[in-house]
């Protein structure tokens, strides 16, 4: 995000697996975080059930880690959230 500033839009793309990872992508500041592939082993073991289950799982666990980290909305991630090692 440093690098682009306001001249582009970043999505996270890849290795999203959980809540946490949603979270930590919007603290970073990326728009959104694309959860592909999560979804695609629920609809191999499952189905439309599957696919549904996956999400709710992931819905779920963004919920957790908002409420862990005193946030009420996807809209109150930011960058404070984020430590780094110096």
Known sequence: MEAVGDRA???VDGGVRSGVDVLRALALGARAAFVGRAPLYGLV???RSGVA???QALVS???V???LTGRSHVADIGPDLVWRAS
Do not use: F, M, P
Request: aromatic share 6%; charged share 20%; no cysteine.
């Open 9 to 11: 839009e970043v999505y």
């Open 45 to 47: 073991s499952g189905g």
């Open 53 to 55: 289950t996956v999400l």
């Open 61 to 63: 666990e963004l919920r």
């Open 65 to 67: 880690a908002l409420q």
